[in-house]
């Protein structure tokens, strides 16, 4: 069986995309790789491709103990395939804090930038690989996903520069105009349940020895994820029994405003939400101000709070 690549549970658009291009990277390099999925895609990523043309990756199957594997966007083991501990993990491409440990060598490329898909681009470019319109147009997509066009603090130099390469090979040369393109697909959530809402974007952390799980919801109108708040709310409720969770949280993130507004489900969240973040909780809501960013402004706070 080839490599098979995989990014996160609950895959957003840099956990797809990334997958495939660095299944064709490695391809590319010598290494057979295939790229999987851990879960369903999100009404963006589904614009992103169909629009490039390209078909989406087959679910992840059941892998041997022993299987070869590589991570795109996470190396926490809560974020991954289930049976992870019993694989051997070949190589890790990650722009996220590292987690996992490792009893062999393996091959890391960790970068502290907006998104995966710029570490793959550098690493198209870094080695002389040739970036086919399909692949530059999947990173590029990723890139203003992740970074909110550039809007979100997780944003890089690299990241602009990645971008505007990328668009040149693409052939995108409106950036903002593709950008709201992808915001309008993001923010479709008219036939989603709340559970599928509320796991659009959906990640488990480990802080002081509990369990934590952190949604983002992102659109450019929040009224109609507000409309349905006590849907939401029942909806993590279920979650938060189901795998005996200490807390769990879902920000609302309003990305033309860049504000964050997070379902508060009970007294355990809001005291947790006042004490990291000095928020002041009404109506279920808690208002987190132009804290956008859950890998750079919120999962550190709650880790040093918790």
């Known amino acids: ?76 083991a809560a974020q991954s395939i289930a049976n992870l501990s019993e694989l051997k993990i070949t190589h890790i491409v990650d722009h996220h804090k590292a987690s996992l440990s490792s009893s062999e060598p393996l091959f890391l490329r960790f970068e502290p930038l907006g998104c995966t898909g710029t570490i793959l681009a550098k690493l198209y470019v870094e080695n002389n690989v040739h970036i086919e319109v399909w692949e530059a147009d999947l990173m590029l997509s990723a890139i203003l996903s992740d970074t909110l066009h550039y809007r979100s603090p997780t944003t890089t130099p690299a990241d602009r520069e990645m971008g505007a390469y990328l668009g040149q090979i693409a052939g995108v040369l409106d950036l903002e105009k593709y ?5 309008d697909a993001k923010s479709d959530l008219g036939d989603l349940s709340a559970a599928q809402m509320l796991r659009t974007d959906y990640k488990l952390f480990t802080f002081g020895g509990k369990s934590y799980g952190l949604g983002v919801l992102e659109s450019t109108d929040l009224s109609y994820a507000l409309g349905r708040k006590a849907e939401l709310l029942q909806a993590m409720q279920d979650e938060k029994d189901e795998h005996n969770l200490a807390g769990i949280f879902l920000s609302l993130i309003d990305i033309l405003e860049q504000k964050n507004l997070t379902l508060v489900l009970g007294p355990d969240e809001q005291k947790v939400l006042e004490g990291a973040f000095q928020a002041t909780v009404k109506d279920d809501v808690a208002d987190l101000g132009p804290l956008i960013s859950r890998k750079k402004q919120v999962v550190p706070a709650l880790e040093g709070y918790l």
């Open 179 to 183: 950008a709201l393109e992808q915001f």
């Open 1 to 76: 069986m080839t490599l098979a690549v995989f990014g996160h549970l609950n895959p957003d658009t840099d956990a797809i995309t990334s997958a495939l291009v660095y299944a064709s990277f490695l391809n590319k390099t010598g290494v057979p790789a295939t790229a999987y999925r851990l879960g369903d895609l999100n009404s963006e990523t589904k614009f992103v491709l169909e629009r490039a043309g390209v078909q989406a990756p087959a679910p992840v199957p059941a892998l041997e103990k022993g299987s070869e594997v590589a991570l795109t966007d996470h190396n926490e």
